[in-house]
């Protein structure tokens, strides 16, 4: 019945597991109050430009508009911002599985706040994943700094299932074209960036590496710009209760990344927890 959307969904959550993989090389180099700004400015110009192409860019009315605006400063300035915390105490695979319980909290906010019902495909669904974020994180964290880590992923997955589901699903129905949405979601985030900078900067000493930027530039565009916009078009097609447990399949795609490109090792039980996520997605896939 949702088949396109779930599948979108799922192209979204290959894209997503991109930049999120490619944020630990990209502030090996570039600082993180940078990398935010860098990173929304090129998914800003990534969405003008793709939506002027396809004449998309249109305000249909304030409240859209303003939703839009709340969805970029919750995912990508505060979201964004714990996320690239916790991948400075933690391993980038433990740092995005904690990151991607997401689903869960997305199917809870579009039931609780959104009046959707609940699909048993989906709450079962959301709950394989973070069975298996358990098995990922369980006796993983080390000393304070590990714990603090995970905490901060925690509250990472928490906004950016929020962000995910509500906010951005309350423009599209009120009529706020995906390709404008992404485009005022990443001018909120890149605007939330920089007004933290007069805050944050003194303990966040200025770090640009030119080789650094190649590696923003793949998060951005290639991670949240096609990631978001077939997310977006996800959206339109189906419940945001359906298709929310779909992005827990950024999990697998994550670790599958971390493995290949830098060359992480995970446990057996890191491969358990895999099996859980991909569960998830099967079962939201044959049950809705």
Same mark, same amino acid.
């Given at each position: 019945?949702?088949g396109? $959307?779930?599948?979108?969904a #799922?192209?979204?959550?290959?894209?997503?597991?991109?930049?999120?993989?490619? $944020?630990?090389p990209?502030?090996?180099?570039?600082?993180?109050?940078?990398?935010?700004?860098v990173?929304?400015?090129?998914?800003?110009?990534f969405?003008?430009?793709?939506? =002027?192409?396809?004449?998309h860019f249109?305000?249909?009315?304030?409240?859209?508009a303003?939703?839009? #605006?709340?969805?970029?400063?919750?995912?990508?300035?505060?979201?964004?911002?714990?996320?690239?915390?916790?991948?400075?105490?933690?391993?980038?695979?433990?740092a995005?599985?904690?990151?991607?319980?997401?689903?869960?909290?997305?199917?809870?906010?579009?039931?609780?706040?959104?009046?959707?019902?609940?699909?048993?495909?989906?709450?079962?669904?959301?709950?394989?994943v973070?069975?298996?974020?358990f098995?990922?994180?369980r006796?993983?964290?080390?000393?304070?700094?590990?714990i603090?880590?995970?905490?901060?992923?925690?509250?990472t997955?928490?906004?950016?299932?929020?962000?995910?589901?509500?906010?951005?699903?309350l423009?599209?129905?009120?009529?706020?074209?995906?390709?404008?949405?992404?485009?005022?979601?990443?001018?909120?985030g890149c605007?939330?960036?920089?007004?933290? @900078?007069?805050? @944050? /900067? /003194? /303990?966040?000493?200025? /770090?640009?590496?030119?080789?650094?930027?190649?590696?923003?530039?793949?998060?951005?565009?290639?991670?949240?710009?096609?990631?978001?916009?077939?997310?977006?078009f996800?959206?339109?097609?189906?419940?945001?209760?359906?298709v929310?447990?779909?992005?827990?399949?950024?999990?697998?795609f994550? =670790?599958?990344?971390?493995?290949?490109?830098?060359r992480?090792?995970p446990?057996?039980?890191?491969?358990?927890?895999? $099996?859980?996520?991909?569960?998830?997605?099967?079962?939201?896939?044959?049950?809705?």
């Open positions: 019945m949702y396109e $959307a779930i599948a979108l #799922l192209a979204a959550s290959a894209a997503w597991g991109i930049g999120m993989t490619a $944020a630990t990209s502030i090996r180099y570039v600082d993180r109050l940078t990398y935010l700004v990173r929304w400015g090129l998914v800003a110009a969405a003008a430009i793709y939506a =002027l192409s396809t004449r249109a305000v249909p009315a304030l409240e859209p303003l939703w839009a #605006l709340v969805a970029g400063l919750v995912d990508a300035t505060a979201g964004g911002f714990f996320y690239l915390l916790a991948l400075e105490r933690t391993s980038t695979y433990q995005t599985t904690l990151s991607n319980t997401a689903p869960l909290w997305g199917v809870f906010g579009a039931v609780l706040l959104l009046g959707e019902p609940l699909r048993w495909s989906a709450a079962a669904a959301a709950g394989l973070i069975m298996g974020s098995f990922l994180v006796r993983s964290a080390d000393g304070r700094r590990g603090s880590g995970l905490v901060l992923a925690l509250l997955g928490i906004l950016w299932g929020v962000a995910e589901t509500v906010p951005a699903k423009a599209l129905e009120q009529g706020l074209p995906p390709e404008t949405l992404l485009f005022l979601f990443a001018c909120a605007g939330g960036a920089l007004a933290l @900078l007069p805050f @944050l /900067r /003194r /303990r966040t000493p200025v /770090r640009v590496e030119a080789k650094g930027f190649l590696y923003v530039a793949l998060s951005g565009v290639v991670g949240a710009g096609v990631g978001w916009l077939l997310w977006l996800s959206l339109e097609r189906a419940p945001a209760s359906v929310a447990p779909v992005r827990g399949a950024t999990l697998v994550c =670790l599958i990344y971390s493995v290949v490109f830098l992480e090792r446990s057996l039980r890191a491969l358990v927890g895999i $099996a859980f996520a991909a569960g998830a997605v099967l079962l939201v896939s044959f049950g809705s």
